[in-house]
Every structure is written in structure tokens, then in C-alpha cells.
């Protein structure tokens, strides 16, 4: 059957391949249409989606967090194996994502359900090349935006008072405190997440992925873990920065404002790579077990 494909593929003197014009993702994307389209189609599925995408990272970090105080092979990985995350911990952070969600983002997805009409699907599929080269420029893009936004709310003491550092009240992150933000800062993030796959023209299954990739990326950041296949070890070069550079800029946060990349914070002297430990007293678990916790003000007094 191969020699007929390859025997037939030349036609006199010029040798032409065939080539299959159908993107690779369309078998993917053809079924999707067919069985889940009302749900594709609905606004509220990019909310959905990265509602149930962040509870299920936080859902496997969160086992973790509660396993390591008594599995070594789980402990070795942390960044600050002294820390223990306490159900006191779980709670104060669940609590405030639950609250943002259901007074900010889920009235305003159901707004958004009322006022728009359900989302056509495009019929074909983006081509494989199309589809990777989308997801790589909006992590640009929102690495920029972001950046922006970080360094404005540490630079500008109203800014930081009144909506980021309620982010900052714990020096030590694990996975929950992704989302322990105010509602702007909330909104900002989904924002961006959205807006930006529409300016650069990108098919919706690409936007989708994007969302997807954001929500793993922030959680990884966030959750306290150095793994083997942690993203900053899998991009060369250092120039992604990940959990370790996140994780240094709650304990100095006035360094390594990027979410993804590494470049602008370079560029702009707020790059950090390593750092002491803090203070025995602000890492270990007091009687109330909230080891994790700090000021938010005290935590960004290099800001």
C-alpha cells in the first residue's frame, strides 16, 4: 500500500507529494461539534471551563499539600518543606474564591448568558501550526499586560493597598492562594484571558486552550512544588520563570513581576533568582497553625 502511495505520487519528470489539506485537529474539532455544540456555543462555557479546570489543580496540589507532612517522597519536592498547610488554610482561601465567584463571576457570566447570542463555531478547525503559534502569542501578549499590571499595583501604594495585597498575605503560596485576590484583580486576569485570543484573531478552540494553559500555569506557580516537569525546567535558557521565581517574589516582592516569562523583569532590573529564607519565626507553624500567613503590607516592604 506504501509503494502504490509513493509510486503514484510522482507524475512524469516533476515529483509532487500528496498533501493532506485537512488540518490535523479537525477529526477533534468536527466531533465536538457534533455532540457538545449547544454547550460550545453557550457563554458560559469559558467560565465553566476554567472553573472546573483551576478545582481540578488545586484539587491534585491540595491532596498533596494535606499528604507531605507524612509522605517524605511528596515533602522532598517542596519549596519550603517546613511549611504545613493546615484545613485553617484550605478554608480562609476556598472562602474567598467561593465569595468572588459567586457575587462577581458567576452573576456576571449569567449576564453575559441573557445579552449575547449563543457563540457560532466555525466549521473547520485551526491548522495544528495556527493553533500552537495562537496559544504562544497570547502568552505574549498577557505576559506584557500583566506585567504592567503587577508593577503598578506594587509601585502604587493605593493600588497595592486597596486591591493586591490581600494576594500577598501569604509569603509561602500553595495552590489555593491562585485565586485569593480581590475582584478586580480577578476580573483583570479573566479579562485579558479572553479578550485576547479575539485581537489576535484566534480560532476559539485555540482561546480555549489558552484558557486552559493560563489556569495550569498560575496554579503551578502558586502550589509550592519544584517537579521534575515543573515548566521552568523543560524551557531553555531560563526564560521561563515558574514556581521558584514566583515563589521568591512573595517573599521579595518587589522582584520578578512576569507571570510567564523572564525577559521583562530582566529588562527592567526587577529580575530575582534566589533568596534567603525568611526569619525561623515567620516560616514555622504557630499554635493557630497559620505558618503560612504574614501581613501583606509587612511582606512588601521592598516594593
Known amino acids: ?3 502504490n502511495v509513493l509510486s503514484g505520487a510522482w507524475h512524469g519528470g516533476n515529483a509532487t507529494w500528496p498533501l493532506h489539506t485537512r488540518p490535523l485537529l479537525q477529526p477533534a474539532w ?19 471551563l476554567s472553573i472546573f479546570t483551576y478545582l ?27 511549611r504545613t498547610v493546615t484545613w485553617q ?8 474564591t467561593t465569595y468572588n465567584h459567586l457575587l462577581y463571576i458567576f452573576p456576571a457570566a449569567v449576564a453575559q448568558w441573557l445579552w449575547r447570542p449563543p457563540v457560532p463555531l466555525p466549521p473547520e478547525a485551526p491548522s495544528l501550526t495556527a493553533f500552537l503559534l495562537g496559544i504562544v502569542g497570547c502568552v505574549v501578549l498577557f505576559d506584557f ?25 501569604y509569603r509561602q503560596p500553595f495552590s489555593l492562594v491562585t485565586q485569593y485576590l480581590s475582584a478586580w484583580e480577578l476580573f483583570s486576569v479573566g479579562l485579558w ?11 476559539c478552540l485555540t482561546g480555549w486552550a489558552f484558557m486552559i494553559f493560563n489556569v495550569w500555569v498560575s496554579a503551578e506557580d ?8 515543573a515548566l521552568h525546567r ?15 517574589h512573595h517573599l521579595q516582592p518587589g522582584t520578578n513581576f512576569a507571570p510567564f516569562f523572564t525577559h521583562w523583569d530582566w529588562l527592567a532590573g526587577t529580575a530575582c533568582a534566589s533568596t534567603t529564607k525568611p526569619p525561623r519565626a515567620e516560616t514555622e507553624e504557630d499554635e493557630s497553625g497559620d505558618s503560612t500567613k504574614a501581613s501583606g503590607q509587612r511582606a512588601d516592604n521592598g516594593a
Not at 148 to 159: E, G, K, P, T, Y
Request: glycine share 6%; hydrophobic share 40%.
Open 234 to 248: 523543560l524551557v531553555p535558557f531560563g526564560l521561563w520563570g515558574g514556581v521558584q521565581r514566583h515563589d521568591i
Open 145 to 169: 499586560q500583566y506585567y504592567l499590571w503587577h508593577v503598578l499595583h506594587h509601585r502604587i501604594s493605593w493600588l497595592y493597598s486597596t486591591f493586591h495585597a490581600i494576594h500577598h498575605q
Open 1 to 3: 500500500m506504501l509503494g
Open 193 to 203: 484571558t479572553t479578550v485576547d485570543p479575539v485581537l489576535l484573531g484566534c480560532h
Open 56 to 82: 481540578l489543580l488545586v484539587l491534585f496540589y491540595t491532596v498533596l499539600d494535606l499528604l507531605a507532612p507524612t509522605w517524605p517522597s511528596i515533602r522532598r519536592y517542596q519549596i519550603h518543606p517546613e
Open 30 to 48: 468536527d466531533y465536538l461539534q457534533r455532540h457538545h455544540e449547544g454547550t460550545l456555543r453557550s457563554p458560559l462555557f469559558p467560565a465553566l
Open 89 to 96: 488554610n484550605i478554608g480562609a482561601t476556598l472562602a474567598l
Open 222 to 229: 502558586h502550589c509550592g512544588y519544584d517537579f521534575p516537569w
